[in-house]
């Protein structure tokens, strides 16, 4: 039985078309700056988003951790989200490895850190401090894209305080898809911005960090340091090509189908559907019922992310189809 995988949009699996692409990739020594792919998709990315250049790396929390080391020095700061990726689930790196401390803010449930209470974060200039340098966002949030009249204010309220900026922007594309809004705007005012290739883009590996010049060099020399100097990564860049060509507008499908399967498990006793914005579902079941769930689903052939999160999460993705999410759906209906 096939597994109806829901846990991530990481699982999928790359298809022939995009193997093909793969082998037939150029490639070069990319720690010298010579393979083509890799530049290529930097290239790529850059002049989409809007920004002066591109660099590729293994993972969005190396990419995010570079951003962090680009832009603040030991001793700095960064405000960021609470429960923001960069914050609770990347294994404290910017502090482990970079001497930078988080200073949190809770998120709202839309995702936004209130500009009040970042304002009393932010430390005045004094030794007894830690420097504030950087607030760092995520879109999507949680599966939410951030208002976009918010991020505008947040831009603002950084800039008056001398901050830099930072996009979590894993999903950006999703967000991008979901709200309509060419996703340059959704990097618009943004030092750095990272993109994820290997969510709900399809590609096996692979993130790029955005930015200007002078950043992106620094992040070439942190990301070397961190061991993602990569030598012929154009086999992996070609992923991200195809799935740039092929993969964004369809996201579309994937917001569709996790709005069909909200509207399923709305209709299911015993499931409260919590929230469902672009690819993902969460959705609440009683605590002392959730290990059962788990057994249920896996004996069914679904799987979900189950006590990870305090809600447990759906998330829809390329190898997703009608018949998988309807399998899905049946299988919660016989839990309840
Ligand atoms: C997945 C993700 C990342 C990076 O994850 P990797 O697994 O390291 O590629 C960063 N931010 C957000 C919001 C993510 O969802």
Not at 139 to 150: E, I, P, S
Request: charged content about 25%; aromatic content about 6%.
């Amino acid at each position: 039985m096939k597994i109806v995988d829901l846990r991530s949009d990481t699982v999928t699996q790359p298809g022939a078309a995009m193997r093909a692409a793969m082998a037939a990739a150029a490639v070069g020594d990319d720690v010298y700056g010579e393979d083509p792919s890799v530049r290529a998709l930097q290239d790529r990315l850059a002049s989409d988003l809007g920004f002066a250049r591109g660099l590729f790396m293994p993972s969005g929390t190396q990419a995010n951790l570079v951003a962090l080391l680009a832009h603040c020095q030991r001793g700095d700061e960064y405000l960021v989200g609470m429960e923001a990726h960069t914050y609770k689930y990347e294994a404290g790196g910017a502090a482990v490895l970079g001497s930078i401390q988080p200073q949190p803010v809770a998120n709202a449930d839309d995702g936004s850190l209130a500009l009040e209470l970042l304002d009393k974060a932010v430390k005045p200039d004094d030794p007894h401090f830690a420097r504030t340098r950087l607030l760092a966002l995520e879109n999507t949030w949680q599966g939410r894209v951030l208002a976009r009249d918010y991020v505008r204010r947040a831009i603002d309220w950084a800039r008056s305080r001398g901050l830099g900026l930072h996009l979590d922007g894993a999903r950006l594309f999703n967000a991008a898809i979901a709200s309509g809004t060419p996703p340059a705007e959704l990097a618009a005012g943004f030092d750095t911005v990272s993109v994820c290739l290997s969510k709900g883009l399809g590609a096996p590996v692979g993130s790029v960090l955005l930015g200007s010049e002078s950043l992106i060099e620094s992040a070439r020399r942190w990301r070397k340091m961190l061991g993602g100097g990569m030598r012929q990564s154009g086999i992996l860049a070609a992923a991200g090509l195809h799935a740039l060509d092929h993969h964004v507008a369809r996201l579309a499908e994937d917001h569709a189908r996790a709005q069909t399967l909200a509207a399923g498990l709305r209709a299911i006793k015993g499931i409260r559907v919590q929230a469902c914005h672009t690819n993902m579902v969460f959705i609440d079941v009683p605590t002392e019922r959730l290990r059962d769930l788990d057994r249920h689903l896996r004996e069914a052939g679904v799987r979900a992310s189950i006590g990870y999160l305090p809600s447990v999460r759906l998330v829809t993705h390329l190898d997703i189809d009608d018949a998988a999410l309807a399998r899905a759906i049946e299988a919660f209906a016989r839990f309840s």
